[in-house]
């Protein structure tokens, strides 16, 4: 099921938290809704699902402006929701039971559906126990298929693995993204982990005060992001002045900087190296910045660079914007290889 977004605006008092947001969701896809705290992004959610009405804009399911009864939504909430007093089955069972008698399956068909998705989740084994006797992967992945119980057209996941520990988090990243690619369903999920969403989502939505900010693949809004905001919530970045009393600034990824001896320019002072990890990472300071540095253990072993030396730092992009205008007129190192 496709979902259309059309000029969407919402405001709490005299605080608008969605400003004319639109937005095209394929069937199919897995749309992740990107931002930081209090950007709308939830708010944005429960309206697609029909929990919150917009003050303004439309919601559209295949092109067209159905009821919120006939969207076919599931939900999936951060903290779970789980029926405390009902078994796995029956919490996954639940909504089919409450569908009219007309539209409610039968008591087999009800079955059938729920040990389907069972075995989907991984959890056969544990359908006879209490959300209390299970871990907090496993509620989630019940969350899960209690939504999709009712077969929907589209599912939605708020934040759904934030109360989760980090390695937990990242084994049901890997199984959203498998079993979403098995079911097809159109689905959006809300989080504030960048990680997250460059990793499970077809497209990232980056969201910022009620606006969008950018949409595009995880490939595109992280090497090529739109504006400066984008740049440095999607991932670490370093903001380097382009040129004296310029009002542009540089924005460059760790891996983007290279560290050179004995060249031409300012040079920067190795203050840390940290060795433990997949990549070395190297922190710099130049003229009260600090910046961070990665190299891979084989380039660090063949520049060997030692706590106290001083390097040039060389641009491997050029990624520029514009300064913000308080810090406009602050005096800026020059860095070489720009004009």
């Known amino acids: 099921m496709s979902i259309t977004l059309r000029n969407i605006s919402k405001a709490y008092g005299s605080a608008k938290v969605l400003d004319n947001v639109s937005l095209s969701v394929e069937s199919g896809e897995l749309v992740a809704l990107l931002g930081p705290s209090g950007c709308g992004k939830t708010t944005l959610l429960r309206i697609i699902a029909g929990l919150e009405s917009p003050d303004s804009g ?41 569908q009219p008698r007309k539209t409610r399956p039968s008591d087999a068909e009800i079955r059938s559906r729920v040990e389907r998705l069972l075995e989907i989740i991984q959890l056969e084994w544990i359908s006879k126990r209490f959300p209390d006797q299970l871990s907090g992967g496993q509620r989630q992945r019940v969350a899960l298929a209690r939504a999709l119980a009712i077969e929907p057209g589209v599912l939605l996941l708020d934040e759904p693995f934030g109360a989760l520990d980090s390695r937990v988090r990242i084994a049901l990243r890997r199984w959203l993204r498998q079993r979403h ?48 905001f984008v740049c440095q919530f999607l991932g670490s970045v370093n903001i380097l002045p382009s040129n004296p009393g310029g009002n542009e600034e540089l924005y460059l990824r760790p891996h983007e900087v290279q560290l050179v001896r004995n060249a031409d320019g300012e040079s920067a002072e190795v203050m840390l190296i940290q060795t433990a990890g997949p990549v070395v990472r190297i922190e710099l300071s130049l003229q009260e910045r600090i910046v961070e540095v990665s190299l891979s253990h084989d380039a660090y072993a063949a ?25 406009a007129a602050t005096p800026q190192p020059k860095i070489p290889g720009l004009p």
């Open 181 to 228: 690619a098995q079911l097809g369903v159109t689905t959006l999920f809300v989080t504030h982990d960048q990680e997250e969403a460059l990793e499970v989502a077809d497209r990232i939505v980056v969201m910022n005060h009620g606006v969008i900010q950018q949409v595009g693949t995880p490939a595109d809004v992280y090497h090529h992001p739109h504006n400066a």
């Open 303 to 327: 520049l060997q660079p030692q706590v106290g030396e001083r390097f040039v730092m060389l641009p491997r992009h050029d990624r520029r914007f514009e300064t913000p205008a308080a810090d």
């Open 58 to 98: 439309q919601v559209l399911t295949e092109g067209m402006d159905a009821a919120t009864g006939a969207r076919r939504v599931g939900f999936v909430f951060q903290h779970y929701a789980l029926f405390r007093h009902m078994s796995v089955f029956e919490n996954i069972a639940f909504g089919l039971r409450a």
